[in-house]
């Protein structure tokens, strides 16, 4: 898996936020989308990557800068030298295991504050590892936790956009919290509902069954409910699973998986294949 540092910071660029708007009400955790502007025609950015935020650091760890990186979330735009990027940005807090004490992100919550026109840092663009199948009948499940949505809000853009020979099934599941949070469902623009329309294109959506109580999201139950076709998508070799999201869906999707399949060994053995033939591709953060 790739860590931080196989990303480089040294190609630095000035973006000014364009927009910025609070995607969940106010009484669930906050994720905003922000519209940035990179002016400089040296910067190019496709779908299926992210760019790096550096925000100067108190040097605690003897660090200038504080370097985290984002998913571009939706076709950049580009013309007349500058490049037009949403991003989707969870604030986010951490508790100290010691003290117990509740800290702050620290490239979250600096771009959570940002106000149009502010000008920020960006770095990139970084690959992920989410690409389009060049066999344009093969089958993707999706699955995007959080702000985990965000790359595949860009994806599936894309196709759908982009490819008009494409013909494969697309299931996205995505989950959060609380219905509250659900970035799909909030999306103002309501860009990919416009695609339940597509007869290869549908969406489940998981939620916690007590998200007061920090309860994990029943992405299992999401996909278990859809188990025979799961099954089905599996039996064939175009099949493809991507997966964005927290570092704790990952044990849970395996678990999952193994359900479905019948046992561990099942998934182990499908898992391997799908790894080897690049059909697995994720980010976990
Ligand atoms: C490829 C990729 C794409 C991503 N895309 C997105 C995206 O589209 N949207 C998005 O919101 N995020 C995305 N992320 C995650 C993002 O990069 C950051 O990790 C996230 O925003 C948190 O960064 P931060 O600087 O706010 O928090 P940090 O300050 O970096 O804190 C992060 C970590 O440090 C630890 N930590 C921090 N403070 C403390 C403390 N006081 N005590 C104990 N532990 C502490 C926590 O364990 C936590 O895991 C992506 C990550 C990757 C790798």
């Not at 013309?79 to 800290?103: A, Q």
């Not at 066999?135 to 949505?149: E, F, K, Q, R, V």
């Amino acid at each position: 898996m790739a860590t931080l540092a196989d990303f480089s910071n040294e190609k630095k660029y000035k973006a000014i936020v364009k927009k910025t708007s609070r995607l969940t009400p106010s009484d669930a955790e906050e994720v905003r989308e922000l519209v940035i502007e990179v002016q400089d025609p040296a910067f190019h950015c496709a779908v299926n990557q992210s760019f790096g935020v550096l925000v100067a650091a108190n040097g605690d760890f003897g660090n200038a800068y504080h370097h985290r990186l984002y998913s571009v979330a939706d076709i950049p735009e580009t013309g007349h030298n500058k490049t037009i990027l949403t991003m989707l940005v969870k604030r986010c807090f951490y508790i100290d295991e010691f003290n117990g004490e509740k800290y702050s992100g620290l490239a979250s919550n600096y771009l959570c504050d940002r106000e149009k026109g502010d000008a920020i840092t960006i770095t990139g663009p970084h690959s992920l590892p989410f690409e389009v199948p060049a066999d344009h009948s093969a089958n993707l499940i999706l699955i995007g936790m959080g702000t985990g949505i965000a790359p595949f809000r860009a994806f599936i853009k894309h196709i759908y956009q982009n490819i008009p020979d494409w013909k494969g099934q697309i299931r996205l599941f995505y989950g959060a919290k609380s219905g509250l949070e659900l970035l799909y469902l909030n999306d103002h623009d309501g860009d990919l509902t416009s695609y339940y329309d597509n007869e290869t294109f549908e969406a489940f959506h998981a939620l916690s069954p007590r998200p007061h109580m920090n309860d994990p999201i029943a992405i299992d139950q999401a996909l278990i409910l859809r188990a025979f076709e799961i099954v089905h998508l599996l039996s064939l070799t175009n099949t493809y699973i991507y997966v964005a999201g927290f570092k704790d869906i990952k044990n849970k999707l395996d678990e999952t998986f193994a359900k479905i399949l019948g046992s561990k060994e099942q998934w182990e053995t499908r898992k391997a294949e799908l790894i080897a033939g690049k059909k697995w591709a994720e980010i976990i953060y």
